[in-house]
């Protein structure tokens, strides 16, 4: 059972515009959660991580939100770009230790279109 | 950008064939993965270490085998591939263990078996 649930599974947009993408998870106990970027052919590129206590963060045009209580989160991108076409995957990891799981989702596949 | 190589990029071979995945890194990480990733789907850990003759198995279970003689070095080995094999196998390593530090990827192995 998939304890990382992400949607939509895809996401065409219009280069400028904004998206979010959301993660939802079952994972418990929860220790942090990570957005990585992965584009096609290459492996993923972490973006952002975020901890119980926090609830926002952003890199750059990407700002990931966090509700520990509801158990979700999401992936904001602002004015889109052609680059940001790639697969967008949550990961949740279940305890801050060596000895702690990484839950995977299967992804969102963005593709902006000119 | 991660120091960590993998090779071969693509790989295509026939059935019953013996290969191994190379998956360096200069980062001097103590922790190496080795993780399944099919199309559409979550990745899957196959196989991780946490050091120099340290060697686990992961979650999917899998037909293959790893060695880590050297710090910088995590080989993955299949020795008789069969069609059930083709998947993307992507290296990962870490400094402080998957659930609290960041991974960093390599650019993937992609095999296909006939």
């Known amino acids: 059972k998939n304890q990382v649930e992400q949607s939509p599974q895809s996401l065409i947009i219009l280069e400028g515009k904004n998206c979010t993408l959301q993660?939802?998870?079952?994972?418990?106990?929860?220790?942090?959660l990570r957005w990585y970027k992965q584009d096609t052919g290459r492996g993923p590129v972490s973006l952002t991580i975020m901890t119980f206590s926090e609830n926002t963060k952003s890199n750059g045009r990407y700002t990931a939100t966090l509700d520990a209580d509801t158990k979700q989160s999401s992936l904001h991108i602002t004015a889109s770009q052609l680059s940001d076409s790639a697969s967008y995957i949550c990961v949740v990891s279940d305890r801050g230790s060596t000895l702690g799981r990484l839950y995977f989702g299967r992804g969102t596949q963005l593709t902006v279109w000119p | 950008e991660a120091d960590i190589y993998q090779t071969p990029r693509y790989l295509v071979i026939g059935t019953g064939k013996k290969i191994t995945l190379e998956c360096s890194q200069t980062m001097g990480h103590d922790k190496m993965y080795w993780y399944q990733q099919d199309p559409g789907m979550e990745l899957h850990l196959i196989h991780y270490s946490y050091g120099v003759n340290s060697t686990e198995k992961g979650d999917l279970s899998s037909e293959s085998t790893v060695s880590r003689i050297r710090t910088e070095h995590f080989p993955l080995t299949l020795e008789s591939a069969r069609p059930s094999h083709t998947s993307q196998y992507l290296c990962?390593?870490?400094?402080?263990?998957?659930?609290?530090?960041?991974?960093?990827f390599g650019e993937g192995s992609r095999l296909t078996v006939l």
């Open positions: 993660c939802n998870y079952t994972v418990s106990p929860f220790s942090n």
């Open positions: 990962a390593s870490t400094r402080q263990g998957a659930s609290t530090g960041e991974l960093f």
